[in-house]
């Protein structure tokens, strides 16, 4: 780990901090300060997550956030959810923010931690400043009306997540497990999830289509990032999982 970064899990952050597991991290601006799985901030020994995904670094008196990694998009939102980017491989995006929370998915885990600056210039809601041409860009995104159903497949696949308390990491389940989750016949899921990603994608979401308009293979671990970053879904809606829909199906 880096001489030049130090971290602590008591004490408040001081300019740029980063919180992941209850312990602060604070970079350095004299050195760029890594994130990944051989890393100055380790998030996991998953070996599906890079050694080094990403980078916080001081540049022309901002921090900026740097996604290093070669296949790792990676999901950010302030913490209202009002305004969100995806960050893809190779692209950097600057820390405007007084807080951001940043999520993304290695292997079956999807992991969250939140980025705490004091220095931010940008500190009024809406749409967000203008990302620097490099970056996938941000955007804000209205509400999607969603059926009960459809509002309970997204709580299915968003529940480790909603009861571990956005701590860490979180195991993204499988189609056959939130289906099981649901008492629904797998068909059903299958069927309502992709009614679901296509709703969202006409929507703007990204990340839910891969190459030639197909549904992306990765897209429920998509799902849960968006629903928990713009606050589709939360803890209190965890009792709609046992509610029943018999008209939907």
Not at 45 to 63: C, S
Not at 211 to 218: D, E, I, V, Y
Request: hydrophobic letters at 40%.
């Amino acid at each position: 780990m880096s001489t030049d970064a130090e971290h602590t899990a008591e004490g408040a952050p001081t300019e740029l901090a980063i919180e992941f597991c209850g312990e602060w991290f604070h970079p350095s601006r004299t050195a760029p300060f890594s994130i990944g799985r051989d890393a100055d901030l380790v998030i996991d020994t998953n070996p599906y997550l890079h050694r080094r995904l990403l980078v916080v670094e001081a540049e022309r008196d901002l921090w900026w956030l740097a996604n290093t990694g070669r296949s790792i998009s990676v999901a950010l939102a302030t913490a209202d959810g009002a305004y969100q980017a995806m960050l893809g491989p190779g692209t950097r995006v600057p820390l405007v923010f007084p807080e951001l929370i940043v999520m993304f998915t290695a292997g079956a885990y999807t992991y969250e931690f939140t980025i705490r600056n004091s220095a931010a210039r940008f500190t009024g809601r809406g749409p967000g400043p203008v990302a620097d041409d490099d970056t996938d860009g941000g955007t804000t995104i209205g509400a999607v009306p969603l059926t009960l159903s459809q509002k309970q497949l997204l709580i299915a696949l968003c529940e480790p997540t909603l009861r571990g308390g956005m701590m860490g990491s979180s195991q993204v389940p499988s189609s056959a497990a939130a289906a099981q989750r649901l008492g629904w016949p797998l068909t059903t899921f299958n069927r309502k999830l992709d009614n679901v990603c296509d709703k969202f994608d006409r929507e703007g979401v990204q990340g839910l289509r891969a190459g030639g308009g197909k549904l992306a293979t990765n897209r429920r671990a998509r799902l849960v990032e968006h629903a928990i970053l713009s606050r589709l879904v939360t803890a209190a809606d965890l009792p709609l999982l046992d509610e029943t829909t018999p008209a939907e199906r």
